[in-house]
């Protein structure tokens, strides 16, 4: 799986650089919103060209803007669906402790679609 050197960034620690796999990555960046529905590939890739932004008042990521393929995305969900309950709940912030992936939200034309869409649905969670 691809590394990724990226920097987090927060309002009241000083800004850590880290590197690690792709999934690691993902959930430092806290790029899975809190209901733990996965993006689809065209929307993470979306994201990761944007290249993050230090947060402001909260918590932030930078790195050097990228795309991944279906395979990585695959591995990526394979890597983020093996991981621990309590690692995604305090690490990603992961509400219910798992990714899900819903196919319904893959036609959503952009991240902010796709953000109301899921924040709809999984509002509960």
């Not at 430092?28 to 230090?54: C, E, K, S, T």
């Not at 990526?76 to 509400?95: F, H, N, P, V, W």
Request: with cysteine; proline share 4%.
């Amino acid at each position: 799986m691809r590394v990724i050197r990226y920097t987090v960034t927060d309002f009241h620690a000083p800004d850590e650089e880290k590197e690690g796999i792709l999934a690691d990555f993902v959930l430092d960046a806290l790029i899975i919103p809190h209901a733990g529905v996965m993006l689809p590939l065209h929307l993470l890739n979306d994201v990761l060209r944007q290249g993050g932004g230090d947060g402001g008042m909260g918590p932030g990521c930078i790195w050097d803007p990228f795309e991944i393929d279906e395979t990585e995305y695959q591995a990526l969900i394979q890597d983020l669906e093996k991981r621990d309950s309590e690692e995604l709940r305090e690490r990603a912030q992961l509400r219910e402790g798992r990714v899900i992936i819903d196919t319904e939200f893959n036609d959503c034309r952009d991240h902010i679609e796709w953000l109301t869409a899921v924040s709809g649905k999984y509002r509960h969670m």
